[in-house]
């Protein structure tokens, strides 16, 4: 019997030792660029970041298309207490850019979601957008820089642009010129899994 019991417990043992120390509840709370907007199922880049990571990390995906930073700022809350997340990736804004909303209704947003992550014992990972040229370039450069000066005053991991590497190139984008294709969503995974604070 007690041959038996010691078999059970080093076989409990051996299961926690293969359980990753490190594991986390990574919550990417975006608009479409991150739900996968136009994209099959599996290809957009958090579903890319979900299989990279494998079984060492939760993926939670709460993107919505179309969402603004006002949107996200309603729906965090509810989605900090049903995930309990370890890190948010926060990736909203673009929307608001594109509707041509105050900046500071923008900023503002941005900084109570980033309270609101933290008050939870989670960190952000901030992650910029620029606005297509035609937005002007006071706007856009404004747009850019609300993203750096937030990420740090809060000293946050920063992604200063989702589309880098590839923001000048149209084949790397949908017909709307907006949404990047599939082939380019590794690069964005690869983006934002570098600034990704794990241990």
Not at 75 to 98: F, K, Q, S, T
Not at 99 to 116: T, Y
Request: charged residues 20%; proline residues 7%.
């Amino acid at each position: 019997m007690r041959s038996i019991l010691s078999k059970v417990l080093l076989s409990a043992g051996l299961c926690l030792l293969m359980l990753p120390a490190s594991a986390a509840t990574i919550l990417v709370f975006g608009d479409s660029l991150s739900a996968g907007y136009g994209l099959s199922p599996g290809q957009g880049w958090v579903s890319l970041l979900a299989k990279e990571m494998g079984a060492k990390h939760r993926i939670v995906n709460a993107s919505v298309s179309g969402e603004t930073t006002a949107g996200g700022l309603a729906r965090l809350p509810d989605a900090l207490a049903r995930h309990r997340p370890d890190i948010v990736v926060l990736e909203l804004g673009a929307n608001d850019g594109l509707r041509g909303l105050p900046l500071a209704q923008m900023r503002g947003n941005l900084s109570k979601m980033i309270a609101l992550a933290k008050q939870s014992k989670a960190k952000v990972v901030l992650v910029g957008m620029a606005l297509p040229p035609n937005y002007g370039p006071q706007y856009g450069a404004e747009f850019r820089k609300a993203y750096a000066d937030l990420a740090k005053r809060e000293r946050l991991p920063f992604v200063p642009l989702l589309v880098a590497g590839f923001e000048a190139d149209l084949s790397q984008f949908q017909p709307d010129g907006l949404h990047p294709v599939a082939a380019a969503q590794p690069a964005m995974m690869r983006t934002v899994k570098a600034k990704l604070p794990l241990r």
